[in-house]
T-cell receptor
């Protein structure tokens, strides 16, 4: 049972435009959400996170929005740059229950110059 | 800066063989996590260690075992390998238990079982 879903395996955008990556979750116990970025032949690296008590967190060009009622979060990258081309994983945790992260399958973002 | 080191980077084994994957965390990191990512799949949590003790367990088969040593490096031992064990195995370490935003991943070990 996929508790974290990234329904778009890939996304292609033009440089300078906005990239929006979506993620849905099913477990209402999740209270912390993270986005990781992964380049080929490298491990995932932390990008941005949000706690369930917030609905928005911003860090430079990256903003994560959380809609708890819809169990949906999204990552906005604006403006997108070619160096942002990577696989983006959405992940969630139930910090009161387990140490593990539950990942989505990832979305491959391609930013075209 | 030192990162999480995993060895080997690639490993090819036959069915029913054994494999040992190693993970060297960032210095002073006392927490290690193992994840398995099958082809086209999401990374799945296997097991974690904190201060050399198992701290959490996920979907790790009984054929697999792991431990964390006194120098905090960890090894994942896999026996009676099956074709379905072919995957990318990530190790991650953190300085603070459960601090996922402070989680650093290695580049992974690509295991192919033939």
């Amino acid at each position: 049972d996929q508790q974290v879903k990234q329904n778009s395996p890939s996304l292609s955008v033009q440089e300078g435009r906005i990239s929006i990556l979506n993620c849905d979750y099913t477990n209402s116990m999740f209270d912390y959400f993270l986005w990781y970025k992964k380049y080929p032949a490298e491990g995932p690296t932390f990008l941005i996170s949000i706690s369930s008590i917030k609905d928005k967190n911003e860090d430079g060009r990256f903003t994560v929005f959380l809609n708890k009622s819809a169990k949906h979060l999204s990552l906005h990258i604006v403006p997108s740059q070619p160096g942002d081309s990577a696989v983006y994983f959405c992940a969630a945790s139930d910090r009161g229950g387990s140490e593990k992260l539950v990942f989505g399958k990832g979305t491959k973002l391609t930013v075209n110059p | 800066a030192a990162g999480v080191i995993q060895s080997p980077r690639h490993l090819i084994k036959e069915k029913r063989e054994t494999a040992t994957l190693k993970c060297y965390p960032i210095p002073r990191h006392d927490t290690v996590y193992w994840y398995q990512q099958g082809p086209g799949q999401d990374p799945q949590f296997l097991i974690s260690f904190y201060e050399k003790m198992q701290s959490d367990k996920g979907s790790i088969p009984d054929r697999f075992s792991a431990q964390q040593f006194s120098d905090y490096h960890s090894e994942l031992n896999m026996s009676s390998l099956e074709l379905g064990d072919s995957a990318l195995y990530f190790c991650a370490s953190s300085l603070k238990r459960g601090a996922h935003e402070k989680l650093f991943f290695g580049s992974g070990t690509q295991l192919s079982v033939l």
